[in-house]
């Protein structure tokens, strides 16, 4: 630095001194040759030879009349230059100009003669900036050999004054007699390395202790670090998150990368506390995430996970037959209280009341089959198969259309059956829940004014049932889940459009059961086509 500095002084200065050197000679230069044009006029100029200095004559209107360096017909007027406007005005003028590159100064001194016409006398010379260019090469040559040496100086007189020191031995402090002035330093590092193995020695045997412990846990736990990071992870742990390793050390989202754990962890990190429930290798999970704090700061995360299989399995089954048995009454219990509350009001033609109540009446024997089919189902779990027969796909969705019509005009949807009647081998209870599950769907999330469109085809062979909605359709993140049992897509929604998630799992074991496939296209804002195949 020291060195570019009075490089970029010393260039400065000398520049200067040889500017002003340079003015001082154009000026005596100009005086001596305005001294002569006053006398013998331009003339002088013929016989006039100067690879240094140029020499322009301008008259007062500023046109150029003589150029020692250029046709003075082709010259722009210069009235306007500054120093030809000084010297006219004051009867000399001088200036500096650099050009379009900056790499040049030209310096300009002008006189005006005693026929009242102006002489201008003008030299040019390289600025700082391209004497500096020109003279990197060997200012950076200089600044490298500066450097060089500099290094291999301070490297030595560094590496004598270190090399002592590099040479302690650490673990005996006492025994070091390097520099004396270092003796009290060493001996205050000998009592702390004896403070510090003991230390060591009682956190060793605390954690071998913890360690037995938590090996014996059948509970999983894992504990992390402010940062996230494993401090320890026992068996059952490694067994629930499939760990074959040892990560500690390792940041735990290698270990698990779930968006719910991520979210818990996160929370514990800000002193939160977390709860979730999740379902791994076939098990069920609850996983309680913890901060671990200290003085009031958070300084780790403890993770315990319970195994509750057996208690998820059991509540799971009571929900499903509670779940199945109401959502299998219900369908029928509402076609009747429908058809009743229309008599009840006076709202029935005299000449339909006939069909109302033969509706009711369907529909209470149809509940009592309903009741039957869950006797059959609870057969069926003991191998007891219910009967089946030929049904016909396109009288059972006639059945379906004629019982939901109500619903779907409530709902401003239009239901309409296409296809040719196509005979399939199967359950008929279990056919006509197909179908009304999928239809009851399309009508429940329709929009209004919307279209269910139910046809019947054939492919390959294969009787199909397809179910087309003009609704509010399904995202491709949920459409590989929705025919899980109580999954919903938008609980909020399916709150105001009732159901009670069961519907499409019933459609999927029905299918299966029949040895059928369902398939679902969707997409959001348009709606939703569902097929069945037998």
Request: aromatic letters at 6%.
């Amino acid at each position: 630095m020291v060195l570019l500095a009075s490089i970029g002084i010393a260039t400065s200065f000398l520049y200067d001194y040889f500017n002003n050197s340079q003015v001082k000679q154009l000026k005596a230069e100009l005086t001596l040759v305005a001294n002569t044009v006053n006398k013998v006029g331009t003339e002088y100029f013929e016989n006039f030879e100067s690879n240094a200095f140029r020499f322009t004559v301008v008259d007062a209107d500023g046109t150029v009349l003589y150029d020692t360096k250029a046709n003075a017909s082709e010259m722009e007027n210069h009235a306007e230059r500054e120093e030809i406007a000084e010297a006219f005005k004051n009867g000399t003028g001088s200036s500096a100009r650099n050009s379009s590159t900056l790499t040049e100064k030209t310096f300009y001194e002008a006189v005006r003669l005693e026929n009242g016409n102006v002489l201008r006398i003008s030299v040019s010379q390289l600025t700082v900036g391209a004497l500096i260019l020109g003279m990197l090469p060997a200012i950076v040559a200089i600044v490298l050999v500066a450097a060089a040496v500099a290094g291999v100086l301070s490297h030595t007189m560094a590496k004598k004054a270190t090399e002592p020191l590099m040479q302690l031995d650490l673990e005996n402090p006492s025994d070091n007699s390097t520099y004396e002035e270092l003796t009290p330093i060493l001996t205050k590092i000998h009592r702390q390395h004896k403070q510090i193995k003991s230390q060591m020695e009682a956190l060793r045997r605390k954690s071998d202790e913890f360690e037995q412990i938590i090996s014996s846990m059948n509970e999983g736990l894992v504990l992390l670090d402010e940062y996230g990071m494993v401090l320890s992870m026992n068996r059952a742990a490694k067994k629930i998150f499939v760990v074959k390793k040892d990560v500690k050390g390792n940041d735990f989202l290698l270990v698990d990368r779930t968006s719910k754990m991520s979210k818990a962890i996160w929370n514990a990190l800000d002193g939160k506390h977390s709860e979730y429930t999740e379902e791994r290798n076939g098990c069920e999970y609850q996983f309680t995430i913890n901060p671990t704090k200290s003085d009031g700061k958070v300084i780790g995360v403890v993770i315990l996970v319970f195994d509750i299989s057996d208690r998820a399995f059991a509540e799971r089954n009571r929900q499903e037959f509670t779940a199945n048995v109401t959502h299998e009454l219900k369908t029928p219990l509402q076609s009747i209280i429908g058809s009743a509350e229309l008599l009840e009001n006076g709202l029935v033609k005299p000449e339909d009341t006939m069909r109302f109540m033969g509706n009711i009446r369907k529909e209470a024997t149809r509940l009592l089959s309903l009741i039957n089919d869950i006797i059959r189902l609870s057969q069926l779990d003991e191998n007891q198969e219910p009967a089946t027969e030929t049904v016909e796909l396109k009288e059972v969705a006639m059945e379906v259309v004629e019982v939901l019509t109500a619903s779907a005009a409530k709902r401003n949807v239009t239901l309409e059956i296409k296809g040719e009647a196509k005979p399939v081998l199967g359950v008929r209870r279990y056919i006509y829940e197909i179908i009304y599950n999928l239809c009851d769907n399309a009508i429940r999330y329709n929009v209004d004014g919307g279209r269910v469109e139910i046809k019947i085809g054939n492919n390959n062979g294969q009787a199909n049932v397809s179910v087309k909605d003009t609704g509010i359709g399904i995202a491709p993140e949920h459409q590989s889940r929705i025919f899980e049992r109580f999954y919903r897509v938008d609980k909020s929604h399916s709150k105001e459009t009732g159901g009670t998630g069961l519907g499409l799992s019933i459609v999927k074991h029905a299918v299966q059961y029949h040895g059928g496939k369902v398939t679902l296209e969707s997409e959001l804002g348009k709606g939703t086509t569902v097929t069945v195949s037998f």
